[in-house]
């Protein structure tokens, strides 16, 4: 049964930086896509950043809200996938969560593909 369960979540004044980690355990297949999204009650969920895990060529995709300042990377010996997020803002705050998928190739910015989830953690910046 595979598994996400993400950690790093907490409180950070505006300006700030943390570092979100998803953990990965049951997967066959090492090369998949994960990524991390987040959301806000009474929004829909916005898919910020991915990775292939696949390979070492590093292919990433970000939305344009965290462009430039969140980066998203793996440690495969970890079977972890991080979300360093720097110069946080306050609209930053939400519920944050990583998800994957195994069939989407490199296509990790098809954000409503996703499959597996792990519970989400929480990031609130404050101002």
């Known amino acids: 049964q595979v598994q996400l369960r993400e950690s790093g979540g907490g409180s950070v004044q505006a300006g700030g930086s943390l570092r979100l980690s998803c953990g990965a355990s049951g997967y066959t297949n090492t090369a998949k896509c994960v990524g991390w999204f987040r959301q806000v009650p009474g929004k829909e969920r916005e898919g910020i950043a991915g990775i292939y895990t696949g390979d070492d060529e590093n292919i990433t995709y970000y939305a344009d809200s965290v462009k430039g300042r969140f980066t998203i990377s793996q440690d495969n010996s970890e079977n972890t996938v991080h979300l360093q997020m720097n110069s946080l803002k306050p609209e930053d705050t939400a519920m944050y969560s990583c998800?994957?998928?195994?069939?989407?190739?490199?296509?990790?910015?098809?954000?409503?593909?996703?499959?597996?989830w792990g519970q989400g953690t929480q990031v609130s910046v404050l101002s």
């Open positions: 998800a994957a998928a195994v069939e989407l190739g490199r296509r990790c910015n098809w954000w409503d593909e996703y499959e597996d």
